[in-house]
């Protein structure tokens, strides 16, 4: 029934590339997630958990932040849902046997897939400075160690808190507590590698960092585009919603370099035309752009919609913008409109890799919609001209009055479950001031104001000695961030590496002088306190909170919540001191009701929390421009932009590289070997490049190759070994994995404003292996 870990790490020599599949999930989507579900649950345990993520009375999938539709399918779990719960619910375990067999040195001799699959961290353990081994050591004496090394720093500002998206919101509250009593907003998390830009782009125009629509604007609208973003992989259940509009008409645009299989076509397993059938063709149009490119198709299709503008206002028929909205709530046309005449259709064009037929045709069906929705993520954040890039999607949308009305809106899809909520708690490096002043006047504290580092701040301050203590509540930091050579000899110059984490990952064996490993409940587990079993809540990627249980037994007795590793370090390191925070600490670990009850008074709509979540399917959080076409920006109304217009700009013989998500991966965590819907199987070393690329480069297809990053800064970053593969997408723009090529993304490349690093842009040249 359920198998042990795999033996060997991934053996790259079995790659084998089939032709890209056409329709994603479907079948073969439920046969896939059950196999892995037995592999590591077993039958009982699969079904009981199986059959409970997103339901009403059960918990929160671990995977990604879409939302749940209100009526529930039995089991409303897709393939990379049961993937994430079997990751976690496994009963494979990492015992303090393990640590005393294998070496620090051993273990890291290993992959990421390796790692990960040998199963739940089950104690506290200690690397000793200069040890070779990880030692079991108790929950008091970790804390210990924690706090006194806390308290050993010359500032506060020497220590940096990560926190990855996973965490509740009740533990993120009080961490962020914790953070800031201690004096520092050293909070970096893994939203500043994420979505930062969409944030950064949409409080500066629209005035709050969140998407403007529910899963009732996607049914009604009539236009959706999804921008740089891979859901058949990543947000599987969108595509049940994709359907759904499309069944009430919606016309879906896809743009994206390459022609990932959910876009094109999907079956749904939840429906019976979907197992028969030959599923839903999603996509009306696939624009086929270049990477880096959707700044000046968005600019195109502004000005395209100002030309349909002028004809129909020129032949006396109505105007194609919405004059009513954009005279009662929106700034800046005119210098927008003058930016739309000064842009150049040729220039345009050569960005985009697109015709002016192409985008001419995208703009008519703009034209025609009375209710526009734009879908992103990581294709559209992760490049230097992301935040231009967004804010020129908002000014398109802003022409015709798309936000704050049915069917129409802004959405950017998140990407870790409670990365929305674990913002919307204060984890940031720079909350605003109301939300500091909120704080202090509830614990009775003066938390500290200037800004802290973001997470590539915070990989240089250690880089140059000014961090020296490194704490994470979850994520794996050293894989999931840029540059990695320079990341983690930065890492490894701190005195003290900290993770509070449920499964093994390198960030454990990159370390400071001393690290510890403090193993957590995941979501599914069950969390018993003193006063019984607690709930905690999340916020999904719509704004909709609501209350997450684990039912199942916890992997061993010994590990402690989230919560409870927050409060009973934070007990140890305040110990009665008059200027932190004023909290009972065990009082919120044993009832997390009274977390809630502070979270209330601090954090806006949050009034009668517990009240609300108690209802099935919880609250949706207020949002002005979604509301009510309110815009709490500096001009009090919803900001046009002016951006000048970048592109990516390759040297001869050059190729930009995307790096991207397998269908068996969730961000570091690898879950098998096969990118099924790409047709790459059994390994990951791979790099897509377009046929016409590899021909003229003079590199046979299936050759190995390595990949040299180049860089302003002169460094040169390799990684080594990867097969090239012939693959659709358009000339001068490869794709390989994360994080096997983080190695590749320089720490200085970020996007302008928001800083995140630059992963779907990075100047490369190829390197035939043997040539060396
Ligand atoms: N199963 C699974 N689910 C996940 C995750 C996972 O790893 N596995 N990760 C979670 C997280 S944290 C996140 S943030 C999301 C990520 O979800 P995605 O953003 O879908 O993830 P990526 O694999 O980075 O894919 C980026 C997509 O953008 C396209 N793209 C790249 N550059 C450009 C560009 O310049 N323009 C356009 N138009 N398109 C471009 C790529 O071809 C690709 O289709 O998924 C979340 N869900
Ligand atoms: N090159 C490149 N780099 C990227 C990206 C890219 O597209 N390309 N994407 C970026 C993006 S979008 C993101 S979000 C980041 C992801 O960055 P992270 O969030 O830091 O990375 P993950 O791989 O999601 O973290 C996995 C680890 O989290 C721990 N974990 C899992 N569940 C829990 C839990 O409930 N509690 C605790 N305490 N720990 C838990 C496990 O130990 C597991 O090993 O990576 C970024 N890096
Ligand atoms: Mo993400």
């Not at 009082?587 to 008074?601: L, P, V, W």
Request: aromatic share 6%; with cysteine; hydrophobic share 35%.
């Amino acid at each position: 029934m359920t198998s042990g870990p795999p033996e060997h790490d991934i053996d790259e020599a079995n790659l084998t590339v089939e032709a890209p599949k056409r329709t994603a999930v479907g079948i073969p989507a439920i046969y896939h997630a059950l196999k892995i579900s037995l592999k590591q649950m077993g039958a009982k345990r699969s079904a009981e958990t199986l059959l409970r993520v997103n339901q009403k009375d059960g918990f929160d999938c671990p995977g990604c932040a879409w939302p749940e539709a209100d009526k529930r399918h039995v089991a409303e779990f897709c393939e990379n849902g049961a993937k994430a719960v079997a990751e976690e619910a496994t009963v494979r375990k990492v015992t303090p046997e393990f640590f005393a067999r294998h070496s620090v040195a051993e273990l890291l001799s290993h992959d990421d897939y390796w790692l990960g699959q040998q199963g739940r961290l089950t104690e506290p353990m200690l690397l000793e400075a200069g040890g070779t081994h990880y030692r079991p050591v108790g929950w008091d004496e970790a804390f210990d160690i924690v706090a006194e090394e806390l308290k050993s720093l010359a500032s506060p500002d020497e220590a940096v808190f990560y926190t990855s998206g996973r965490t509740s919101n009740e533990a993120a509250f009080l961490y962020q507590l914790l953070v800031r009593g201690f004096g520092t907003n050293n909070l970096p998390d893994c939203s500043n590698m994420c979505h930062e830009s969409s944030g950064s782009a949409l409080t500066e125009t629209i005035g709050i960092g969140k998407g403007s629509v529910s899963l009732e604007d996607l049914k009604h609208a009539e236009l959706i585009l999804i921008a740089g973003q891979n859901p058949g992989t990543n947000h599987p259940r969108m595509l049940t919603a994709l359907e759904n509009a499309k069944k009430h008409g919606a016309t879906i645009v896809a743009i994206n370099p390459l022609p990932e299989a959910g876009l094109i076509r999907f079956e749904n397993p939840q429906t019976p035309r979907g197992i028969i059938g030959n599923g839903t063709a999603i996509a009306d149009d696939f624009l086929q752009i270049k990477l880096g490119g959707d700044q000046a198709l968005f600019l195109g299709l502004g000005k395209f919609l100002l030309e349909a503008n002028d004809d129909a206002v020129a032949a006396g028929e109505e105007g194609v913008f919405d004059t009513q909205f954009i005279d009662a709530h929106t700034h800046g046309l005119d210098d927008y409109l003058a930016e739309l005449r000064n842009a150049d259709w040729d220039e345009i064009v050569s960005a985009t890799g697109l015709t002016r037929q192409q985008i001419a045709a995208t703009g008519r069906r703009l034209q025609a919609s009375k209710s526009t929705i734009v879908c992103w993520a990581m294709g559209l954040t992760q490049h230097k001209n992301s935040v231009p890039t967004l804010r020129e999607i908002v000014n398109v949308l802003l022409l015709q009055g798309n936000i704050g009305k049915p069917g129409a809106g802004l959405c950017p899809v998140r990407g870790h479950s409670n990365v929305q909520g674990d913002r919307t708690m204060g984890i940031f490096e720079r909350m605003p001031a109301s939300f500091h002043d909120t704080l202090d006047a509830e614990f009775g504290f003066h938390s500290p104001r200037g800004h802290g580092y973001d997470t590539v701040n915070a990989i240089r301050a250690m880089r140059d000695g000014t961090v020296k203590f490194f704490m994470a509540m979850g994520g794996n930091f050293v894989r999931a961030t840029p540059d990695s050579e320079v990341t983690e000899a930065a890492l490894r110059s701190t005195t003290m590496t900290v993770q509070v984490s449920t499964k093994l990952n390198k960030s454990h064996l990159i370390t400071g002088r001393r690290a510890l490993i403090l193993p957590t409940l995941g979501r599914t587990d069950k969390d018993t306190q003193a006063t019984g079993e607690q709930r905690v809540t999340v916020e999904d990627s719509m704004s909709a909170v609501h209350a997450s249980r684990g039912r199942l037994k916890p992997p061993s007795e010994e590990l402690l919540s989230e919560v409870s590793i927050v409060s009973r370090l934070a007990a140890r390191l305040f110990d009665g001191r008059a200027d932190a925070p004023q909290l009972d600490w065990a009082a919120c670990e044993a009832d997390y009701t009274q977390i809630r009850k502070h979270i209330e008074r601090v954090v806006p709509g949050f009034e009668r929390f517990e009240e609300k979540i108690a209802r099935p399917g919880g609250f949706v959080l207020p949002h002005g421009p979604r509301d009510g076409r309110r815009f709490p920006t500096a001009t009090g109304k919803a900001n046009f932009t002016v951006n000048e217009l970048y592109y990516p700009k390759l040297p001869a013989g050059r190729l930009l590289l995307q790096t991207i998500r397998s269908h068996d991966q969730f961000n570091t965590t690898i879950y098998g070997t096969d990118d099924r819907y790409r047709g790459i199987k059994a390994a990951r070393r791979v790099v897509m490049v377009n046929p016409d690329d590899l021909a003229e480069l003079g590199i046979g297809d299936g050759e190995t190759v390595d990949l040299v990053s180049e860089f302003s800064d002169g460094l040169a970053r390799r990684a080594e070994k990867f097969r090239a593969v012939a693959y659709s997408t358009p000339r001068g723009c490869a794709a390989a994995y994360y994080p096997e090529t983080n190695v590749l993304v320089p720490l200085d490349s970020v996007a302008d404003i928001s800083g995140t690093p630059t992963s779907k842009s990075v100047v490369i040249r190829l390197e035939k292996t043997s040539n060396r």
